[in-house]
C-alpha cells in the first residue's frame, strides 16, 4: 500500500504554546501513530530568520520546539524529524523554484501585501519599508519545504492556506514545463480542533503576546491562569461557557462527560475564582508527565541534537534523489567521474 505522505513545520521564533500544542503538535503527533501515512514534522528555522533577528532566539526556539515534539511522545523512529537547516536541498529546490515562481504570484502574498499597507496607512513615503526579500519570497521556501518531499498533505493553521494554494500552483507551473515531478500538496485545516483564546480574549499568538507556554512550571502556569480575563459577573450568575477562554482551554482537554459537568457548573453560577483554580488543577494533571520529560529533555541537549542529525540523515535521503530528478530536469546534470 502507497503510503499517504503528511508534513508541517513550526516557524523557530518562540516558545510553544497551549495553542501551539493543541492546534498543530497533538493532532500531528496522533496522525504519525496511524500506520498509512508517513510523516515529515519540521522546525523551520530558515523561516524564523525572517520574523526574529536575534539569533539566541533562533537557536532556544529550536530546541525548546524540538524538545516539545519530543515530550509529547513524537516517536522519532516512525516519523522523519529534522530541522530544516540540516537538509541544504530544500535551499537548493528553493531557487530552483524561485525561477519558476512569477513575482505576480508572490505580490498577491497576504503577508506582504498586509505590509505594504501598513506602510501606505502610516504614510511612510516608502511603501516597501522594512520589508525583505525573505518576507516576499517566504511561500517560495515554504513550497520546497513541501515539494521537496512530495507531501500529499500538509495540516496548516487557516493563515497558511494560501501558501498552499502557491505551492500548488509554483508545482504545477514547473510540472508543466519540465514534466511532472511533484505532487500537488493540500492544505489540511481542520474545522474541529479549536484555536485557543489567549490571555486577552483574543486568539492565543506569539504576534500578540497573550499566550500560555506549554511547559512553563506550576507556580507560573497558575498565574497565567488567574491572568485570563473573564467578565464582571458575580458568583451566583450563571454564565455562559460558549465565549469563555477558560472553559475553551478546559474543554480541548476534557473528555465529553468532563465538558458536561462543566458546563452545568458555568449554568449554575461557579465563581470565577473556583473555575479558574479548578482549571490549574486540571490543566497541570495533564501537562506533568509531559513537563517533566521537557524539562529532561532540555537538559540532555546532546540526546535532542542526536535526534536531530538522525533525522536530517533521514530526509537528506529522501530529498536527494527527487533533487537530483529536478536538476537533471531542468539541465544541470551530475559531471561523469573522468
Ligand atoms: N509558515 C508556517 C507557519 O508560519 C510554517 C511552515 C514553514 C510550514 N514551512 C512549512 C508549515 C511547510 C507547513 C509546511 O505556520
Redesign the pocket.
Known amino acids: 500500500m502507497k503510503k499517504i505522505k503528511v508534513?508541517?513545520?513550526?516557524?523557530t521564533s518562540g516558545t510553544p504554546h497551549l495553542g501551539n500544542y493543541v492546534g498543530a503538535i497533538r493532532p500531528a503527533i496522533a496522525a504519525s501513530h496511524t500506520d498509512n501515512v508517513d510523516s515529515f514534522y519540521f522546525m523551520?528555522d530558515l523561516?524564523s530568520l525572517i520574523k526574529c533577528d536575534d539569533p539566541k532566539r533562533v537557536d532556544q526556539s529550536t530546541f525548546e520546539i524540538a524538545a516539545t515534539w519530543l515530550a509529547c511522545n513524537l516517536n522519532p523512529d516512525k516519523v522523519t524529524f529534522y530541522r530544516q537547516s540540516d537538509v541544504p536541498e530544500i535551499s537548493e529546490l528553493c531557487w530552483i523554484l524561485t525561477c519558476v515562481t512569477a513575482k505576480g504570484l508572490m505580490n498577491r502574498a497576504h503577508a506582504y501585501k498586509a505590509q505594504v499597507q501598513s506602510n501606505i496607512a502610516n504614510d511612510t513615503g516608502d511603501p516597501d519599508k522594512g520589508i525583505t526579500m525573505g518576507l516576499f519570497s517566504y511561500p517560495i521556501l515554504?513550497a520546497a519545504?513541501?515539494l521537496m518531499f512530495n507531501a500529499h498533505r500538509?495540516p496548516?493553521?487557516k493563515d497558511?492556506i494560501q501558501?498552499l494554494e502557491m505551492a500548488r500552483d509554483i508545482a504545477g507551473r514547473f510540472n508543466h514545463h519540465y514534466g511532472k515531478h511533484f505532487v500537488l500538496p493540500e492544505a489540511v485545516v481542520s474545522e474541529e480542533t479549536a484555536v485557543l483564546k489567549g490571555l486577552d480574549g483574543r486568539k492565543m499568538s506569539k504576534s500578540y503576546d497573550n499566550t500560555i507556554p506549554l511547559f512553563v512550571p506550576e507556580k507560573k502556569l497558575r498565574k497565567l491562569i488567574m491572568k485570563i480575563k473573564t467578565n464582571s459577573l458575580e458568583p451566583g450568575e450563571p454564565k455562559d461557557p460558549e465565549e469563555c477562554a477558560l472553559f475553551q482551554i478546559f474543554a480541548a482537554f476534557a473528555s465529553k462527560e468532563e465538558i458536561a459537568a462543566k458546563h452545568n457548573q458555568y449554568a449554575e453560577g461557579a465563581g470565577w475564582g473556583v473555575l479558574k483554580q479548578e482549571l490549574f488543577e486540571f490543566l497541570n494533571e495533564h501537562l506533568k508527565d509531559y513537563r517533566n520529560q521537557y524539562e529532561r529533555l532540555m537538559q540532555d541537549i546532546n540526546y535532542v541534537q542526536e535526534v536531530l542529525q538522525k533525522g536530517a540523515e533521514k530526509a537528506r535521503s529522501v530529498a536527494q534523489p527527487l533533487l537530483n530528478e529536478v536538476k537533471r530536469a531542468v539541465g544541470i546534470r551530475p559531471l561523469l567521474k573522468v
Open positions: 508534513l508541517t513545520g513550526i516557524t523551520a523561516h515554504m519545504d513541501i500538509v496548516v493553521g497558511q501558501h
